[in-house]
């Protein structure tokens, strides 16, 4: 799985696990887990920056080298 599949993996999970407390009516607890979830999401994020900052540099240089 690469970088961007597990971003947009994460990202759908935070979608549907908004919009199933939601839809239970807990909306005060939906936004608590809401921000936990982005704040988990962010930090995984932050995580991989240098990943694909590094691939987009050596996308970069391929790019040029053609």
Known sequence: MTDKEIVLELTKAVIEKQTALQTINQKEYASLVGDNIATLFNTIASGIKPTLD?????????ARNN
Do not use: C, G, R, Y
């Not at 590094?54 to 391929?62: I, V």
């Open 54 to 62: 590094k691939l987009a540099t050596h996308n970069e240089q391929q």
